[in-house]
């Protein structure tokens, strides 16, 4: 777990502490029956909001793991190297999506201050920024587990290379913990493209109450593949040094799909005012 994250978790239970009952002790007959009937009439209102809340039409990062948890991964050691990497990824994402105007200036926005400096900030050349904002402001949960659910992908990026709608296939290849996976993705983009695929571990952090980050980053997996092309993670250097074997399909090994690598893609989404922003950022290596 990243410093900004710790942070942030600890000023919470500060602020919860300084915000709980603290005063005189005399009368503690009369504030224990105070506490009970608020405890009764908040047992009252959520069952009723239990009855009348709608049931959300996407499964939760723990339903996804328990379905999925007999692809768990068995090696600490990889779970362990995934998490800290899968942190860094959160890091560099917030950063790309915290400066795509030129003129402001480095910072990151998760409380951390790995990538803060004084310098410009200089938008990789491949780097796609993509910016969508919903009016419906109630939807900040299901946006997320709609996102995060990896197949079938609903929420599309026109611009994107590999979230437009065409022929996308997704599906959960190991499992870390509800927030950490990895996934394989095929697919083409329009009638005439070719077949193309990748692996790549995603997170998910939830920065604060009204702000998440999922992130993806594809790493070193041996995947049988008969080609010898090598990619290289210009964004996260750090996913060169992470290496694993995966199990594909025949197809893949017979190279009837051209192997692609995400150097980073992923989502901002935040609650500003009454709206959903989200932010989408992409850089891949074909």
């Excluded at 005439?192 to 109450?209: H, M, P, R, T, V």
């Excluded at 702000?211 to 010898?228: A, F, G, L």
Aim: net charge neutral; hydrophobic share 30%.
């Amino acid at each position: 777990m990243s410093v900004g994250l710790i942070s942030l978790i600890i000023f919470n239970i500060v602020s919860a502490a300084n915000t709980s009952d603290s005063g005189p002790t005399k009368n503690s007959s009369l504030l224990l029956e105070e506490k009970t009937k608020k405890t009764h009439k908040t047992t009252e209102k959520t069952k009723l909001n239990t009855k009348t809340k709608p049931e959300s039409p996407y499964p939760t990062p723990e339903e996804i793991f328990k379905e999925n948890d007999k692809f768990l991964c068995e090696n600490s050691e990889e779970t362990i190297n995934a998490a800290k990497l899968m942190d860094e990824a959160v890091v560099h994402l917030a950063y790309h999506a915290a400066n795509n105007d030129d003129s402001k200036s480095c910072k990151s926005d998760t409380k951390s201050s790995s990538l803060s400096c004084e310098k410009k900030y200089e938008k990789p050349a491949n780097l796609l920024i993509a910016n969508r904002k919903f009016h419906h402001f109630n939807a900040y949960n299901d946006i997320i587990n709609m996102i995060w659910n990896p197949n079938p992908v609903k929420f599309y990026i026109n611009e994107s290379a590999i979230f437009c709608k065409e022929n996308i296939n997704r599906k959960i290849v190991r499992v870390y913990d509800p927030n950490l996976i990895m996934i394989q993705q095929r697919g083409k983009k329009g009638p005439n493209g070719g077949q193309k695929y990748f692996y790549a571990l995603a997170k998910k952090a939830d920065i604060s109450e009204d702000k998440t980050i999922i992130v993806m980053t594809s790493v070193n997996t041996n995947d049988q593949d008969s080609s010898n092309e090598e990619h290289k993670n210009t964004i996260i250097e750090n996913a060169n040094l992470f290496k694993t074997d995966i199990e594909s399909e025949k197809d893949i090994k017979q190279r009837n799909f051209k192997k692609v690598f995400v150097n980073i893609a992923g989502y901002l989404i935040e609650k500003i005012k009454n709206d959903i922003h989200i932010t989408y950022i992409e850089s891949i290596d074909e």
